[in-house]
């Protein structure tokens, strides 16, 4: 009988896993891929997710491979700088949001559970069944196309947005995919923007970089509808466009179109099983939360399994995150909305907005929103 076994090893799992291990707890994470995702995602660690790897003592290796972003510059139309985001009062021990990769992060964070409990991770298991049975759950899983049945006292689901687990119980995942669509690649930085990130709010669309490590940044353009046959001279000549800034196609190293969507589940925990991560919600990349929602979840959850907590701690909890990722989710759109085309009148309008807020007494409180600090 574990203590906890963990459905899904993406980011969140694996955390989570860190954390119970380190706790004592005897703890399975079931992954059924073969290795970490191929798909660079998140590429923003936030100070509160840094803090809470510190703790641990797994900090070190993320901050050796990832570049910190120290803050963020907001241009309009004609390049003029309306404002910055300055993070340097964010966090005493990080002030900035570290840029890495959400392939590497996975890898990272996989080495760091290793080292703290060898074998927790189970790869190539696909979970098929999840019932609780009273004092336990009861979960079947494929490893090598072999059978297998292993009993837990809980059960996390942090097996992402399609989660079997949450449809197995039955949960509800309400949401929807918004009208943005958005065309993203990484390429060798040729700007001297260093460690800022910068977010142009133009008339056809925003337009965002962000630096990389390994010399490269990367580029985030709205567009009208989803162009899932772009090569990246589409997106080079959008960078120019909107810009004015000229990137080497051929240097490509990362292409994705992508929409996005908000979902959040009706319930983060039901009797012996607890959803967090893109399970339990599912938050537009445009500000980059969705992950570090997730950690948060698990380092909230982490305290209640390890602290043998009842059921009325676990409802609060599922409360209180259920709570942050609305925040999240809000956020997001905010983000959303002051990047979508404006033309004209509207757009001077926008750039008068934004260029007032970020050099008001709100500039400090926008950088710790853009930070996480409330979630
Ligand atoms: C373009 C883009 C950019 C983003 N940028 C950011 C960012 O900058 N910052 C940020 O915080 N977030 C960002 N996000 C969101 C982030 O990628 C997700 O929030 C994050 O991956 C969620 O992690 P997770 O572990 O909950 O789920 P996932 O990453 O989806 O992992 C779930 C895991 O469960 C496994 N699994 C599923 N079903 C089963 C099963 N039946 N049995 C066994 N295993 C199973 C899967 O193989 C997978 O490995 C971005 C997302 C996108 C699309």
Redesign the pocket.
């Known amino acids: 009988m574990l203590d906890v076994l963990i ?9 989570l896993g860190c954390l119970l291990s380190a706790r004592g707890l005897s703890v399975q994470i ?4 073969a290795e ?2 191929a ?8 100070p509160p ?1 840094l803090e809470a790897f510190e703790v641990l003592g797994i900090a070190s290796p993320l901050l050796a491979a990832g570049v910190p972003i120290t803050s963020g510059l907001v241009r309009g139309e004609r390049g003029a700088v309306l404002g910055e985001l300055d993070f340097s009062s964010v966090s005493a021990r990080f002030p900035f949001i570290l ?1 890495l990769p ?1 392939q590497r992060t ?1 890898q990272i964070l996989e080495a760091e559970l290793e080292r703290l409990a060898p074998g927790t991770l189970r790869r190539q ?4 069944t999840v019932q609780e049975e009273g004092s336990h759950v009861t979960v079947r ?1 494929e490893q090598h196309g072999q059978p297998h049945t292993a009993q837990a006292r809980y059960v996390v689901g ?8 949450r449809q197995l119980a039955g949960i509800p995942y309400p949401g929807a995919t918004y009208a943005d669509k ?1 065309l ?1 690649g990484d390429f060798p930085d040729t700007t001297v923007f260093g460690q800022a990130a910068v977010i142009g709010l133009h008339a056809g669309g925003v337009l965002e970089s ?1 630096p990389l490590p390994g010399g490269l940044r990367r580029w ?1 353009a709205r567009t009208d509808s989803l162009l899932t046959d772009a090569v990246a001279a589409d997106l080079t000549a959008l960078v120019h466009s909107r810009g004015g800034y000229y990137l080497p196609h051929r240097e490509c190293s990362m292409l ?1 179109a ?1 929409e ?1 969507r908000h979902h959040l589940t009706a319930q983060m925990v039901r009797g012996r099983l607890i959803l ?5 919600h ?2 537009s ?1 445009i ?9 948060l979840d698990a380092a909230a959850l982490a305290d209640l399994l390890g602290g043998g907590a009842g059921q009325s701690a676990l409802a609060d909890f599922g409360r209180r995150r259920r709570r942050s990722a609305l925040i999240a989710t809000r956020q997001a759109e905010a983000n959303m909305f002051f990047g979508r085309p404006a033309r004209g009148a509207a757009q001077q309008r926008r750039e008068r907005l934004v260029g007032t807020l970020l050099r008001s007494g709100a500039q400090p409180l926008l950088a710790k929103a853009f930070t996480m600090r409330w979630l």
């Open positions: 459905v899904g090893g993406g980011p969140v799992g694996l955390f079931l992954e059924r891929r970490a995702g798909h660079s995602r998140a590429i923003g660690i936030h997710a840029s959400q996975e298991a696909e979970v098929k899983y942090a097996d992402g947005c399609r989660s079997l687990t958005y993203m962000f985030v994705s992508f996005v967090i991560g893109d399970a339990a599912e938050v990349p500000g980059g939360q969705g992950m570090n929602l997730g950690w």
